[in-house]
């Protein structure tokens, strides 16, 4: 099995052109403010929604000792990805159920995940919904250097079992690229790229905005027309504070709130 990796090798000739295409990109990205958090004693979690023939669910989060509600998100579709949680280090059950559901309904999917101090975590269910499974990705939130961005690939799309992603200039992202997994970090220039994705009968164009000191997750997803889409996903926009999320570009991600209960803004439309 040929092993896919992120290419972090750009030459500036390639990066000034990717700059120059900036015209038909997605607006900026907003960089939130982030919060110091002391890393010795939690961790970070959150939640993705990457079936693509699953309808929206309800995700409760609870602590394996003692089974203490820790926090719950309702009604959560497709392509959704919630903040980041600030969580005690420990083991959690997180369970998932169709959104509306009793308290008493069977969890459709359920699984055992560990928080670490001073580590983040995003913890996916992905694949069709007969063969639903719970997928935890360990995120690296380390700072990329002075005006760079750090990006990575989660390829979730199940209409092609391996990606190719170039942009548009030919220069590789990530080749081979299998269902259900996560490349490894690079760092590149920041601002405007467009991406030429290439699978099985399938191929789609996608332009991406990169904030400068940024960490991005590229969430590659299954359209209703029978093409792919990338989601950028901002992991952290700081230097040196905990992770940061939800102010992301196009709606469709969890908004974070007092009581630990996430809401859904509006789904694009292309992933409904």
Do not use: C
Not at 63 to 76: I, K, N, P, Q
Not at 97 to 110: H, I, Q, Y
Not at 206 to 217: D, I, K, M, R, Y
Not at 229 to 247: E, H, K, L
Request: no cysteine; aromatic share 4%.
């Amino acid at each position: 099995m040929k092993k896919f990796t992120l290419r972090a090798i750009i030459s500036t000739a390639a990066l000034v052109a990717l700059v120059t295409i900036g015209a038909t990109a997605t607006p900026a990205l907003a960089a939130p403010a982030a919060t110091p958090v002391a890393a010795g004693s939690v961790g970070w979690l959150r939640i993705a929604h990457l079936s693509p023939d699953t309808k929206s669910v309800d995700v409760r989060v609870t602590a394996l000792m003692g089974g203490a509600s820790v926090y719950d998100l309702d009604s959560v579709k497709y392509g959704a990805v919630s903040n980041y949680r600030s969580m005690p280090a420990g083991v959690y059950t997180i369970a998932m159920v169709p959104a509306g559901s009793k308290s008493s309904t069977k969890p459709m999917l359920s699984a055992s995940v560990a928080v670490v101090a001073g580590k983040a975590s995003t913890v996916a269910a992905y694949g069709l919904n007969k063969k639903l499974t719970l997928k935890v990705f360990t995120d690296d939130l380390s700072t990329p250097a002075a005006g760079q961005s750090r990006i990575r690939l989660i390829q979730a799309s199940t209409r092609t079992s391996s990606i190719d992603v170039k942009t548009t200039t030919g220069i590789s992202i990530a080749e081979n690229a299998k269902s259900g997994t996560a490349t490894g970090y690079a760092e590149v220039a920041p601002g405007p790229w467009v991406l030429t994705l290439t699978g099985k009968n399938v191929r789609s164009i996608e332009p991406v905005t990169l904030a400068n000191g940024s960490v991005t997750t590229l969430l590659v997803l299954d359209t209703t027309g029978g093409g792919l889409a990338v989601r950028p996903i901002v992991d952290s926009a700081a230097v040196g504070t905990a992770p940061v999320g939800g102010v992301q570009t196009g709606g469709g991600f969890l908004a974070s709130t007092e009581h630990g209960v996430g809401t859904l803004s509006t789904v694009p439309t292309e992933l409904r």
